[in-house]
């Protein structure tokens, strides 16, 4: 069943428009890629998503248009955002940013610190002074938090140490694994993606140009849009 | 002889150590309502970015209310709750009318639009209760003094008045460091965008935030309407006054505020009682009295340069 479809969907940033004519299908508890070079639209697309920039044409979550709802809206119905740049609430100790926008469910302080022991050992420490590993992790606990159907990736693993990039995709795969949430997962390193992802949407310069099974996505088509196979 | 001489200038030191110590609770009385009234205005600033005017505007609804309030029940407490809940729910209006527009907006738009609001809520209780002062009295049982030790009395209402305000201050300290709203307003502090896209309905927190802050206004109006007057125009004096408290105290800080209100208060006062008197130690009566309450009035204003000048960001301001 289709979790979130985006049909035709356009934004601008002012007069300079990002995207043009974006169409994503996600399907419950799958993993899909969204991929694209630098600048091709892939963070405006989840800002159009969660209400945090204008767009057009159909958005849908559970069958439900979301584009005229408000961004916690949204969220509420359970849009989980890890956003670019991580932006944990920097005054806030590990706690406070996670129980902020906690909502009942699976999700709880200690199922994150069993995720992420890392946190539990920081729980009173402000997130200004974590590692930035840490405050990924942090980012992403928050969003478990408000216990989502589809989480949102960001670059999750951008600007980290290998050893905790590979931490992170342990987390996901364990989330893949043994909650059955949906995850759209944005990226750089492809070779993870293809292990783990089930499928793709590419897009280039704001427009969906490829979307398919993981496994179908050839290196041609790869190269092509992302510039890597 | 020797033993009654010594009495008398004992008895002198304790005299005048009661006058001081008369004149010390009263700073603090006066440091007290003032920190209730820049709690809200420190908290607006320092959470939404709002510099508001009207602030005073809701510090003189609190005081009309009550004032209404009382004429109307008889009931002092009555009118206190009027004041609070009344200029709370005049803020939440204000807000979801006029505020909720200027929060993206840059501060001149603010101070314009803010400043509006203060001839709108002048003139319209102007025309509703006249330009004459109107009077909130104290119950006799509290309005009389109370024996506190070595010989100081004083009044039993401006006690209760800086219980109030302890308790106002200790209510805040607990909603934003220990409830789940008060971290929801930390976190809106530090990224809105992000906190609404977690699922948290932040306009709907800002009005809260306001209305919180226009009711503590209000409440401030009314306890200290009660000793001076209910008049239009009363809030706009004490609006400057807390403007120099969260200043000091470093904007957004609850703390800073509390502690910068606790200063102005009681360098206000002293400095108005006991700069003549230093002055008059060594220069003429006149002369000293009018150079001496010249400086005082400018005291606080040099309190502020002096700490701006060590920490730009405040006492207990956030650097940046
Ligand atoms: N706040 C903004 N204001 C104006 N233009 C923007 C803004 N954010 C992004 N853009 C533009 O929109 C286009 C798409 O940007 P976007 O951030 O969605 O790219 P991306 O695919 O996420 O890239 P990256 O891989 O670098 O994160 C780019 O041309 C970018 O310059
Ligand atoms: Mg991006």
Redesign the pocket.
Known sequence: MTLLLLENVTAS??K?Q?LFDVNLNLKEGELMALM?R????????VKVIMRMLRGTGNLLFEGRDIMGLPSHRVAQMGLGLVP?GRRCFRDLTVAENLSASARLGYWSLPRIFELFPRLGERQVQVADSLSGGEQQMLSIGRALMTNPRLLILD?ATEGLAPIVRQEIWVAIGKLKAETGIAILL?DKSIKELREICDSATLIERGKTVWTGSMKSLDSQTLDRYVGVS | MGAANSCTQTCGVFMSFALFAEQVLNGLQSGIMLFVMAAGLTLIFGVMGLINLAHGSLYMVGAFAAAAAAAWTGSFLLALVAALTGAALVGMFVEMLVIRRLYDRDHLDQVLATFALILIFSEGTRFFFGSFPLFLDVPKVIAGPINLPIGIEYPVYRLIIIGVGLCVALGLWLLISKTRLGVQIRAGKNDREMIAALGVNISALYTFVFAIGAGLAGLAGALVGAIQSVQVGMGEPVLILAFVVIVIGGIGSIKGAFIGAILVGLTDTLGGIFLPELFKLFMEGSIATSLGSALASMLIYILMAVILVCRPQGLFGVQG
Do not use: D, L
């Open positions: 940033y002012g300079a990002a694209g630098n600048g091709m639209g892939k963070s405006t697309t670019e670059e944005i």
